[in-house]
């Protein structure tokens, strides 16, 4: 079971609940946000405001702000290095010493570090993949995002749950008419979604200013929109048209509160690799993307010449180890009937926000 279990819990009460899986996403994008919430949650502006920032202080959520997208701003892929274990510290220090690195991760797996390099534009990356291999030593496998079927770290918390997404796929169904006994098909969206290796955004120059402005968080007071706007000298209703803007061209993937996962429990979690046939792909990718207990889900190349057979990625975020198990062996009986591996995060070696400032070109 999860170490974080229940502790974590103790000193919240409803309305802390409420703010937590509610407002993950879908922050009022006006000049006093936090009014808004406090009168959806029945407290006032400054008491919303205060939950908000003892809750970020306790741990429980990371920041408070916007998701941004890189693979859309700029250039991102996966990679990966076998690391020779006596040798192993050596080479994440080498790897997460790059800025654009913004997450490295401990594996279960011969290729046991995984790592995202994120860019401004596709030439850079791959530069840094090139030193991190010369200087290294270790040949880097480089996966980059093909296709997403369902990707977002939004779920409930404040619950029972094994699984993250139970209660959000389970509150959905009942709310489209069907009951906790027979609830109606999900209704996650996970068309296909094509991904560029390439920079696709085209900022204006304000746009690239925002972006690094907000890339930490937003400021913790009752008007965050107008002190981002009085840090750039500009308007509001220019920070808040931007805002719009980026949220509906993708840059911006939501706003709200950035919950820590393994705070509050979520941190049995397994990346599973998948063996699936090239014509079936889009097709089992949908279907698996609509899972209520797979929390990533999207296609990157296979690489045969370094032994890499596998092209579908799913992760699975849970409370108990066995039970993702257990989930990772029906997803294989019932909708991936392929070879796989799972690859269970052992070590976080690092984990940032990607840096906009590369991203932006600045």
Same mark, same amino acid.
């Given at each position: 079971?999860?170490?974080?279990?229940?502790?974590?819990r103790?000193?919240?009460?409803?309305?802390?609940?409420?703010?937590?899986d509610? =407002?993950?996403?879908?922050?009022p994008v006006?000049?006093?946000?936090?009014r808004a919430?406090?009168?959806?949650?029945g407290v006032?502006?400054d008491?919303?405001?205060?939950?908000?920032?003892?809750l970020r202080n306790?741990?429980?959520?990371?920041?408070f702000?916007a998701?941004?997208?890189?693979?859309?701003?700029?250039?991102?892929?996966?990679?990966?290095?076998?690391a020779?274990?006596?040798?192993?510290?050596e080479?994440?220090?080498v790897?997460?010493? =790059?800025?654009?690195?913004?997450?490295?991760y401990e594996?279960?797996?011969e290729?046991?570090m995984?790592?995202v390099?994120?860019?401004?534009?596709?030439?850079?990356?791959d530069?840094?993949?090139e030193?991190?291999e010369?200087?290294?030593?270790?040949?880097?496998l480089?996966?980059?995002?093909?296709?997403? =079927?369902?990707?977002d770290?939004e779920?409930?918390?404040?619950?029972?749950?094994q699984?993250?997404?139970?209660s959000?796929?389970?509150?959905?169904?009942?709310?489209a008419g069907g009951t906790d006994?027979?609830?109606?098909?999900?209704s996650t969206d996970?068309?296909?979604t094509?991904?560029?290796?390439?920079?696709?955004s085209?900022?204006?120059?304000?746009?690239?200013d925002?972006?690094?402005?907000?890339?930490?968080?937003?400021?913790?007071?009752?008007?965050? *929109?107008?002190?981002?706007a009085?840090a750039?000298e500009?308007p509001?209703?220019?920070?808040?048209?931007a805002?719009?803007r980026?949220?509906?061209?993708g840059?911006i993937k939501r706003?709200?509160?950035?919950?820590?996962h393994?705070?509050?429990?979520?941190?049995?979690?397994?990346?599973?690799?998948?063996?699936v046939?090239?014509?079936?792909?889009?097709?089992?990718?949908?279907?698996?993307?609509?899972?209520p =207990?797979?929390?990533?889900?999207?296609h990157?190349?296979?690489?045969?010449?370094?032994?890499?057979? *596998?092209?579908?990625?799913?992760?699975?975020?849970?409370?108990?180890?066995?039970a993702?198990?257990?989930?990772?062996d029906?997803?294989?009986?019932?909708?991936?009937?392929f070879?796989?591996?799972?690859? *269970?995060?052992?070590?976080?070696?690092?984990?940032?926000g990607?840096?906009?400032d590369?991203?932006?070109?600045?």
């Amino acid at each position: 079971m999860s170490h974080q279990s229940g502790d974590w819990r103790a000193t919240l009460d409803g309305v802390d609940a409420a703010l937590i899986d509610g =407002y993950q996403s879908g922050f009022p994008v006006e000049e006093r946000p936090f009014r808004a919430v406090g009168d959806a949650l029945g407290v006032d502006e400054d008491e919303a405001l205060e939950r908000v920032e003892r809750l970020r202080n306790a741990g429980i959520l990371r920041r408070f702000g916007a998701v941004l997208n890189p693979p859309v701003i700029g250039s991102s892929t996966l990679a990966a290095v076998q690391a020779p274990a006596d040798r192993f510290d050596e080479v994440a220090d080498v790897i997460n010493g =790059y800025r654009q690195v913004n997450h490295n991760y401990e594996r279960d797996h011969e290729w046991n570090m995984w790592f995202v390099v994120t860019a401004g534009s596709r030439a850079t990356r791959d530069r840094i993949l090139e030193e991190i291999e010369e200087r290294t030593g270790c040949e880097v496998l480089v996966l980059p995002m093909l296709t997403d =079927y369902y990707i977002d770290l939004e779920f409930p918390v404040v619950n029972a749950d094994q699984f993250a997404r139970e209660s959000l796929e389970l509150a959905s169904a009942v709310e489209a008419g069907g009951t906790d006994e027979a609830p109606l098909e999900p209704s996650t969206d996970a068309s296909a979604t094509r991904i560029s290796e390439d920079a696709a955004s085209d900022l204006s120059t304000f746009d690239c200013d925002l972006l690094l402005a907000i890339q930490d968080g937003f400021p913790l007071s009752v008007t965050p *929109y107008r002190d981002v706007a009085d840090a750039l000298e500009a308007p509001v209703e220019d920070v808040l048209e931007a805002i719009d803007r980026l949220q509906g061209d993708g840059c911006i993937k939501r706003i709200g509160c950035i919950v820590n996962h393994v705070v509050t429990g979520f941190d049995a979690n397994c990346m599973v690799v998948w063996d699936v046939p090239d014509e079936e792909l889009d097709e089992r990718g949908e279907e698996t993307g609509e899972l209520p =207990y797979v929390t990533l889900c999207y296609h990157r190349p296979r690489r045969h010449e370094q032994g890499w057979p *596998y092209n579908l990625f799913t992760m699975i975020h849970g409370r108990d180890e066995a039970a993702v198990d257990a989930k990772i062996d029906e997803l294989a009986a019932a909708y991936l009937p392929f070879s796989h591996e799972r690859l *269970y995060s052992a070590a976080t070696l690092k984990q940032t926000g990607a840096r906009y400032d590369d991203l932006v070109g600045q």
